[in-house]
């Protein structure tokens, strides 16, 4: 049996996809990226990884988080069986744990958890605020990013758990099963504004734009809403190096 596969979202991710892709197949034997029709490398991206499977899906241009739900909640299925543990991830999520997240891993196994907890969650600026960071790694020199405090989510567990029941946006959920015992390790890192505000408000722009009717009903992906002057201001959030968390 495997000891983990990750399944994580894609679209036009080609500044980040590298870095994700690197990080998680030093730990990962299989890797499938659900890519939402993107129109830049990400999928070419993707074929340098032998590990990696790409399924592509079409929402017909639209966001629309009820699609994106339905593939959080049901493509992990497949793994069981055939893996301890998989991640259900964003491209720009990394689960980070000093001696290696295999040691993770190995750790939540031997306790036989069902679930794997990360208490503590931190969202990456980018230190320059405007322009994205020059080294995206997580090491305690690089001074390219800051922390500031983040909404963590479970994104690891036994793909044995009958449903995991995500909701929209992924940071709550309703996990059921016969084992729903917890590990608790690791930390989890959200790289969403490590590319600054400038590219990130091209990327708020676009989404916005094809916001699907259900998700402005519900409100879901209101935060993309956000202008370039409020997201530098959002910056500011980023006030703690990676050298006092590490």
């Not at 069986?81 to 998989?86: C, L």
Request: glycine share 6%; net charge positive.
């Amino acid at each position: 049996m495997d000891r983990f596969w990750v399944f994580m979202l894609c679209y036009n991710e080609e500044q980040l996809l590298p870095f994700t892709l690197d990080y998680y197949s030093r730990f990962a034997e299989k890797i499938f990226v659900f890519d939402n029709m993107s129109t830049d490398s990400s999928p070419d991206i993707c074929k340098r990884y032998p590990n990696v499977t790409v399924k592509r899906f079409n929402t017909g241009g639209f966001v629309k988080d009820k699609v994106f739900l339905r593939i959080k909640n049901n493509a992990w299925k497949k793994a069981r069986g055939k893996a301890r543990y998989v991640a259900v991830i964003d491209t720009d999520e990394i689960i980070y744990h000093p001696q290696g997240l295999d040691t993770l891993l190995d750790q939540a196994y031997e306790t036989q958890a069902g679930i794997v907890r990360q208490t503590n969650a931190y969202r990456l600026y980018s230190a320059n605020r405007t322009r994205p960071v020059d080294d995206f790694s997580l090491l305690p020199k690089n001074t390219d990013i800051l922390c500031g405090p983040e909404e963590g989510k479970i994104a690891i567990f036994s793909p044995e758990l009958r449903e995991i029941n995500y909701k929209p946006g992924a940071h709550q959920c309703k996990p059921k099963g016969k084992n729903l015992s917890e590990f608790v390790g690791g930390l989890w890192f959200h790289y969403s504004h490590v590319l600054g505000a400038e590219i990130m408000a091209k990327k708020y722009e676009d989404r916005v734009a094809r916001m699907c009717r259900q998700n402005k009903r519900y409100g879901w992906g209101s935060h993309y809403a956000l202008t370039y002057d409020e997201l530098v201001n959002h910056m500011s959030q980023g006030t703690i190096p990676l050298s006092a968390i590490l």
